[in-house]
């Protein structure tokens, strides 16, 4: 009984362990650049704000 309880816990540490190794806050920031890179870099001498405003 002790054994199959090791090993399921044996089991489950590895698996957290290959999960976090594939998943590594790296490869997470990777993913999510997409969606940042949507988004155009703020430019301090763009003013079509104010020529939106003005109209």
Known sequence: MFAI??????LL???KI???F???P???IQ???PEFE?????????NSFLIQIIL
């Open 5 to 10: 309880v090791l090993r399921v816990v044996i």
């Open 13 to 15: 540490i590895t698996v």
């Open 18 to 20: 290959v999960d976090y």
């Open 22 to 24: 594939a998943n590594t």
């Open 26 to 28: 790296e490869v997470q």
């Open 31 to 33: 993913r999510k650049l």
């Open 38 to 46: 949507k988004v155009p870099p703020y430019d301090p001498r763009d």
